[in-house]
């Protein structure tokens, strides 16, 4: 049983796919609503939504192109120690919803899914390989906890986002009339 459902639809641009639902999130019901993440901040900052959206808003992300999803869905979490990441779902969804890029919102989930495809471990931004025909990503955690980590060379969490929004581009029609 999932702590929370997959967000998905039809013609998807990204992906998002996390670790694990933080504590907090799964209390709330709704992904990335642990204080101080700023996924969505991120997004609007970045044009990949129009407004700032919350998490109590997590089920509009398919009219804009966007999806949610985690490599570990049966648990919650406030660590990445010990967790079963489930990879052979995430080729399934991939392959049945055939996003343009999956972007994994932690290195961590990068490493994990990179290591059980066979690929070496990605470093922030785009990776070399692909699954099920989708690009993959890796950005650094919108966490509240990875504020001052080191950005791979770069100087903010942000520029990685931008980068991903400016390879992803706007749809050119709502995603509900695709």
Not at 53 to 62: A, E, Q, Y
Not at 98 to 118: D, M, Q
Request: with cysteine; aromatic share 8%; hydrophobic share 40%.
């Amino acid at each position: 049983m999932s702590v929370l459902p997959d967000i998905l639809g039809p013609s998807l641009r990204i992906l998002f796919c996390g670790t694990a639902v933080g504590e907090r999130s799964a209390q709330r019901g709704h992904y990335y609503a642990g204080p101080g993440n700023d996924f969505w901040r991120l997004l609007h900052d970045t044009g990949l939504t129009p407004g700032l959206l919350s998490p109590d808003d997590d089920l509009t992300l398919p009219t804009f192109g966007l999806g949610l999803s985690d490599l570990v869905q049966d648990v919650a979490q406030s660590h990445d120690r010990g967790l079963s990441f489930d990879v052979p779902s995430l080729v399934e969804k991939l392959a049945l919803y055939e996003p343009e890029w999956v972007a994994f919102t932690s290195k961590r989930a990068g490493k994990a899914a990179a290591h059980a495809l066979g690929h070496r471990p990605p470093a922030l931004g785009p990776a070399s390989w692909s699954i099920a025909e989708c690009k993959v990503f890796v950005l650094p955690s919108p966490s509240g906890a990875n504020r001052r980590a080191s950005y791979d060379g770069r100087a903010t969490r942000l520029s990685w986002w931008q980068e991903l929004a400016d390879l992803a581009g706007q749809p050119t029609t709502p995603a509900s009339t695709r």
